[in-house]
């Protein structure tokens, strides 16, 4: 199973609709849940962070922690062209071979949006 | 402004010839890394570092070695490229501990033939 794992996609939704991109982690562990954007030839920037269960939103964007179930989504709301794009979930785990690895960062694969007019 | 500069953004090279790609950062952070990222893979950290000479393997460090000697570089060596070593790469800073985001730098693009 791999650390980090996100839905395939790509993902394709109409303007204005909702866009739920998920995420599942191996390391029950984890702090730090990150979501990236990155477009095409891009460098990845950061969308939104979240340490603690349950929800926080900025702007049309969720996070959403739930540690039990060991996963993190992003909601995307009113979506819109320039959100296309690949989204990247990364968690930072407490340990890792058995020591604390505060600079380590493991990411998915990353999940392909497409929204289209 | 606030900035992680990679360089060289685009080089091509061939098997075993030494090389080093620079990253420096202006915002006095602490944590520095690097990923590399293939199509299909996503991006895999290769090193990362918490502090001047403290360096540790990420998930995938095999043929490369990081030298942390300032605070603002953090360089990436290749001393014996080899073709599967091809990938875009891409240089990290943040400030203090693992809770906080990561700050790319624009990327480097690595082709060894």
């Known amino acids: 199973q791999k650390e980090v794992e996100q839905n395939s996609g790509p993902l394709s939704v109409p303007e204005g609709a909702i866009a739920s991109l998920n995420c599942t982690y191996s390391?029950?562990?984890?702090?730090?849940f990150f979501w990236y954007r990155q477009y095409s030839g891009k460098s990845p920037e950061l969308i939104m962070f979240?340490?603690?269960?349950g929800d926080k939103e900025d702007g049309r964007f969720t996070a959403q922690l739930n540690k039990a179930s060991q996963y993190v989504s992003l909601l995307i709301r009113d979506s819109q062209p320039s959100d296309s794009a690949t989204y990247l979930c990364?968690?930072?785990?407490?340990?890792?071979?058995?020591?604390?690895?505060?600079?380590?960062?493991?990411f998915g694969q990353g999940t392909i949006l497409t929204v289209h007019p | 402004e606030a900035q992680v500069t990679q360089n060289p953004r685009y080089l091509i090279t061939v098997t075993g010839k030494k090389l080093t790609v620079t990253c420096s950062q202006n915002?006095?952070?602490?944590?520095m890394s690097w990923y590399r990222q293939d199509p299909g893979l996503g991006l895999r950290q290769i090193y990362y570092?918490?502090?001047?000479?403290?360096?540790d393997k990420g998930d995938v460090p095999e043929g490369y070695k990081v030298s942390r000697k300032e605070k603002r570089n953090f360089p990436l060596i290749l001393e014996s490229p080899s073709p599967n070593q091809t990938s875009l790469y891409f240089c990290a800073s943040s400030h203090g501990q693992g809770k906080q985001p990561q700050h790319f730098g624009d990327g480097t693009r690595l082709s060894i033939l």
């Open positions: 990364a968690v930072n785990p407490l340990h890792s071979a058995g020591g604390t690895s505060y600079g380590k960062l493991t």
């Open positions: 390391d029950r562990g984890s702090q730090s």
């Open positions: 979240i340490y603690s269960n």
């Open positions: 570092s918490m502090n001047v000479e403290v360096t």
């Open positions: 915002m006095n952070h602490e944590y």
